[in-house]
C-alpha cells in the first residue's frame, strides 16, 4: 500500500490499540502544553519555528504535487507574495486584524497561483515545471523593482509587524510558537479534511490518469486550477509564518529559488500524497544542518567552516533523496508506516 493509500483509506481491520486521532490529539497536547514550559528560546527560534513553516509550505506543495500530480518550482514565490501581502495589509488597512491579514494573504497568493496555473492546462510534468519558474523569477523581480511593497525602504529589508490578537502581544518566542503552532494546526487538519474529500479523490484521479478522469467526469481543467489555488493558498500563509513569526524581517531574499527546492526536497523526503510526510521532511530539513554542524566541528575543528557546511549539506542532502528516490520513493512517513506495523510483531517475538 503506498504512502497516499494510508491517508486515504481507513484501516478497517480491528483496532487493537488506540484510535486513529489518538496520536495527532497527543502530539498536540505535547505541542501545547508540555513545549512551552520546557523549550529554551534557542529551540524555539532555530528548530521549531521554522520547521512549523516549512512544515506548512511541504503541505500546500504535496497537495499540489503529491495529490494532483502538478510539478511546481515557485513555491517560494508563492511565500513571498503571502508575506509581502500581510505585510502591506497590515501597514495600509487601518484596524484589520491579524487573523483577516492572514487569510487575505493566502487569498492572494491563490490568485497568482491561479495565474500561472494556468499553463498546467496545457503543459505536462518537467514543462510545466520549467514554466512554473516563472513565478519565481517574476515575484522577485517585482518586489525588488517596486519599492511600494517595502514601503520604499532602500534596503528592501522590512521588519515584520508584532503579532497581536484581540490586544494579546505574541512577540515573544513563545507567543509566535502558539500563534505558528495553531496557525499549521488548523491548516493541516483542513489539508486533510481535503483530500479525503471527493475533491482530495479527483485530485489523484487527474494526477494519475488525465483522460481516464475526463471520461469518468472529473472535470480536469477545473481540478488542476482549483489544486493551484489551494496549494498557494496554504504557502502563502506558511510565507507570512516564515517572515512574521519566524524570520521578523520580510525580504526578498528569504525566499529566493533555494527556498523552492528545499521545500520540494522536504515532499520529496517525507513522502508525497501524505500530509503527514510534509511534517517529516521538514524535521529532517530543520535539525539536518544543525546536527551536520555540529558532527563536522567535532570531527574536523575550525576547518569545517560555513562554506564547506553549505557544501556539505548540499551534498549529503543530494544523496539522501537519491536513496529515498531508489530505496524508499515513498519517503519517510511510508517508512514510519512499515515500521508501526512490524514494530508490534517483533515485540510478541521477545
Known amino acids: 500500500m503506498t504512502a497516499f493509500a494510508t491517508d486515504l483509506i481507513p484501516d478497517t481491520r480491528p483496532s487493537r490499540g488506540l484510535p486513529g486521532w489518538a496520536l495527532p490529539v497527543s502530539v498536540l497536547a505535547v505541542a501545547y502544553l508540555a513545549v512551552p514550559l520546557l523549550a529554551t528560546n534557542y529551540l524555539f527560534e532555530a528548530i521549531l519555528l521554522p520547521f512549523l513553516a516549512l512544515s506548512l509550505a511541504g503541505v500546500g506543495l504535496n497537495i499540489l504535487t503529491g495529490y494532483a500530480g502538478q510539478v511546481s518550482l515557485g513555491s517560494a514565490a508563492f511565500m513571498a507574495v503571502g508575506a509581502y501581502a500581510a505585510y502591506n495589509l497590515n501597514l495600509r488597512v487601518e484596524g484589520l486584524p491579524l487573523i483577516g491579514s492572514l487569510v487575505l494573504a493566502g487569498l492572494s497568493a491563490a490568485v497568482i497561483g491561479l495565474a500561472f496555473g494556468l ?56 507567543g509566535r510558537y502558539l500563534f505558528a503552532l495553531t496557525v499549521v494546526a488548523v491548516l493541516t487538519f483542513l489539508s486533510h479534511r481535503l483530500v479525503i474529500s471527493q475533491t482530495g479523490r479527483n485530485f489523484i484521479a487527474v494526477r494519475d490518469n488525465e483522460t481516464a478522469a475526463r471520461i469518468i467526469g472529473v472535470p480536469v481543467l477545473k481540478t488542476k486550477l482549483l489544486a493551484f489555488a489551494v496549494s498557494s493558498f496554504i504557502i502563502g500563509i506558511a510565507g507570512v509564518l516564515w ?66 557546511l553549505d557544501m556539505s549539506q548540499r551534498i549529503v542532502l543530494g544523496a539522501l533523496i537519491i536513496l529515498f528516490l531508489v530505496l524508499e520513493p515513498d519517503g519517510l512517513a511510508a517508512l514510519g508506516h512499515r515500521i508501526r506495523r512490524r514494530l508490534p510483531t517483533v515485540l510478541s517475538r521477545r
Open 119 to 174: 499553463p498546467s492546462l496545457r503543459l505536462k510534468g518537467f514543462y510545466l515545471a520549467v514554466s512554473t519558474l516563472a513565478a519565481q523569477f517574476f515575484v522577485q523581480w517585482a518586489l525588488t523593482k517596486f519599492s511600494w511593497f517595502s514601503n520604499d525602504s532602500a534596503s528592501g529589508v522590512i521588519d515584520a509587524p508584532p503579532l497581536n490578537i484581540g490586544g494579546v502581544a505574541l512577540d515573544g518566542p513563545v
Open 243 to 308: 517572515a512574521f513569526a519566524y524570520l521578523r524581517t520580510v525580504e526578498p531574499a528569504g525566499f529566493n529559488l533555494d527556498r523552492s527546492f528545499q521545500i520540494l526536497f522536504i515532499v520529496i523526503i517525507g513522502g508525497l500524497a501524505t500530509i503527514r510526510g510534509a511534517f517529516f521532511g521538514a524535521a529532517l530539513i530543520v535539525v539536518f544542518p544543525l546536527v551536520l554542524s555540529r558532527f563536522g566541528a567535532f570531527v574536523l575543528g575550525d576547518v569545517f567552516d560555513s562554506g564547506v
